[in-house]
T-cell receptor
C-alpha cells in the first residue's frame, strides 16, 4: 500500500456520461497530481494541485476538470465521455509542490468507456 | 519542450544477470531531475531511483544504479542480479526544476526476467 488511495479501481461507463475519480493523498502530502496512461499516448500529465490551489496544467481536455478539497483529497471529473477516454488514471502525491524527490502514485482507476 | 526517448521496447534477462536500459532526453534546461519508475503487472507505479542534474555522482539504490551523462543527455538504468520480481515496465522520466513537479515520461521498456 503506497498510502495514496484511489477509488474506484475500475469503472465502466457509456459514451456521453460523466464520472468522478477520487484520490486521497498520502498523509502529510500537500500536492496532488493526475496522470492519464493510455496505449496510444503513454503517460500524460493532466493537472497538479497544491494545498487546494491549481498549480500546473498539462494535456487536460476541456471536458475534464479537477479540484482539491480542504481535507486535501482530490477529484477528477470527466464529462461527455468518448471511447478514447478509456485509460488508466493515476493520482500521485508529494509533500511539497516541487516534486523533485519523486512522488508516490496510487494504484490507478481503470476507466472503460463503451 | 522536453522529450524523453526509450529506444528499447522490450528486454529479456535471466535471473542473476545484469540488464541495462537506455534513456535519452532532450532539454535546454540546466537544472532538472531524472527518474526511473517501475510498473509491475499490478500496474502500481513505483519510484526506483532519482538523479539531480547538478550532482555528478551517479545514484544507486541497492541493485539499481544509473549512468548519468549530462552532456550526452543520457540516463541509463542498470539492474544487477536480476530477480523475477523485477519483471515490469520501466519508465524513464524528466522533471524540470520549477515546473511544479510535472513529469515527462518516456514510452517505457518492458523487462522480462526469466528463470
Amino acid at each position: 500500500d503506497s498510502g495514496v488511495t484511489q477509488t474506484p479501481k475500475h469503472l465502466i461507463t457509456a459514451t456521453g456520461q460523466r464520472v468522478t475519480l477520487r484520490c486521497s493523498p498520502r498523509s502529510g502530502d500537500l500536492s496532488v497530481y493526475w496522470y492519464q496512461q493510455s496505449l496510444d499516448q503513454g503517460l500524460q500529465f493532466l493537472i497538479q494541485y497544491y494545498n487546494g490551489e491549481e498549480r500546473a496544467k498539462g494535456n487536460i481536455l476541456e471536458r475534464f476538470s479537477a479540484q482539491q478539497f480542504p481535507d486535501l483529497h482530490s477529484e477528477l471529473n470527466l464529462s461527455s465521455l468518448e471511447l478514447g477516454d478509456s485509460a488508466l488514471y493515476f493520482c500521485a502525491s508529494s509533500p511539497q509542490t516541487g516534486g523533485g524527490d519523486g512522488y508516490t502514485f496510487g494504484s490507478g482507476t481503470r476507466l472503460t468507456v463503451v | 519542450a522536453q522529450t524523453v526517448t526509450q529506444s528499447q521496447p522490450e528486454m529479456s534477462v535471466q535471473e542473476a544477470e545484469t540488464v541495462t536500459l537506455s534513456c535519452t532526453y532532450d532539454t535546454s534546461e540546466n537544472n532538472y531531475y531524472l527518474f526511473w519508475y517501475k510498473q509491475p503487472p499490478s500496474r502500481q507505479m513505483i519510484l526506483v531511483i532519482r538523479q539531480e542534474a547538478y550532482k555528478q555522482q551517479n545514484a544507486t539504490e541497492n541493485r539499481f544504479s544509473v549512468n548519468f551523462q549530462k552532456a550526452a543527455k543520457s540516463f541509463s538504468l542498470k539492474i544487477s542480479d536480476s530477480q523475477l520480481g523485477d519483471t515490469a515496465m520501466y519508465f524513464c522520466a524528466f522533471m524540470k526544476h520549477g515546473s511544479w513537479g510535472k513529469l515527462q515520461f518516456g514510452a517505457g521498456t518492458q523487462v522480462v526476467v526469466t528463470p
